[in-house]
């Protein structure tokens, strides 16, 4: 069974910093991963997806990275601004096909991010 | 842009009554899925549905039940709502498997 960890479950940082999300998996067998952000109340806003094949995938400030070997996916903010302040969580779906694993995407806990001025 | 749209942001049912949660996508995505959300235990996934009438169970499907007659549409319904249903419903679609998935902004559920 697919399992996701984001390591810290917290992290509260002084604005301009730039940080690191990790996400691990359990299973390195997967189709691709995708990051989300979520603030509070509110729905999932989704921020990259990067493919099995894939090494990493960027947007803007936001530098995702993939090693499909080692399980893990890290998130990178750059120059990090209150704005960011949100749950960021990380979803892999995986590879194999049939049943109901296919296409479903597994979760982590979730880090909670707070920056301040 | 994907638009997914929940019918409500919140709702507060009685234990008892049959409770319906409506999506709806404007992107022809193949794909949609229900979970919920609760502090402690992440995002669980309820059911899913790969197209049109067809749908497979997730992690957590006692007590919900679903339905898919048009593509762009995706009901959650609780036949009788109990309060440990009490939760966050977040509603999903995407394309394929293989491409990004898009959420809704959320059902905020109350069963009392």
């Known amino acids: 069974k697919q399992e996701v960890t984001q390591i810290p479950a917290a992290l509260s940082v002084p604005e301009g910093e730039n940080l690191v999300l990790n996400c691990s998996f359990t299973?390195?067998?997967?189709?691709?991963l995708q990051w989300f952000r979520q603030d509070p109340g509110k729905g999932l806003t989704s921020l990259l997806l990067i493919q099995s094949s894939q090494r990493e995938q960027t947007s803007g400030r936001l530098n995702a990275s993939l090693d499909k070997s080692s399980g893990r996916s890290t998130l990178y903010i750059a120059a990090s601004q209150p704005g960011d302040s949100a749950t960021y969580l990380c979803?892999?779906?995986?590879?194999?096909?049939?049943?109901?694993?296919?296409?479903?995407?597994?979760f982590g806990q979730g880090t909670i991010l707070t920056v301040h001025p | 842009d994907v638009k997914v749209t929940q019918s409500s942001r919140y709702l507060v049912k009685r234990t008892g009554e049959k409770v319906f949660l409506e999506c709806v996508q404007d992107?022809?995505?193949?794909?949609m899925f229900w979970y919920r959300q609760d502090p402690g235990l992440g995002l669980r996934l309820i059911y899913f549905?790969?197209?049109?009438?067809?749908?497979e169970k997730g992690d957590i499907p006692e007590g919900y039940s679903v339905s898919r007659e048009k593509k762009e549409r995706f009901s959650l319904i609780l036949e009788s709502a109990s309060t440990n249903q009490t939760s966050m419903y977040l509603c999903?679609?995407?394309?394929?498997?293989?491409?990004?998935?898009?959420f809704g902004q959320g059902t905020r559920l109350t069963v009392v």
């Open positions: 979803a892999v779906r995986l590879y194999n096909a049939g049943g109901t694993s296919y296409g479903k995407l597994t």
């Open positions: 992107m022809d995505h193949e794909n």
């Open positions: 299973d390195s067998a997967i189709y691709n």
């Open positions: 999903a679609s995407r394309l394929h498997p293989g491409t990004e998935a898009f």
């Open positions: 549905s790969y197209d049109v009438k067809m749908k």
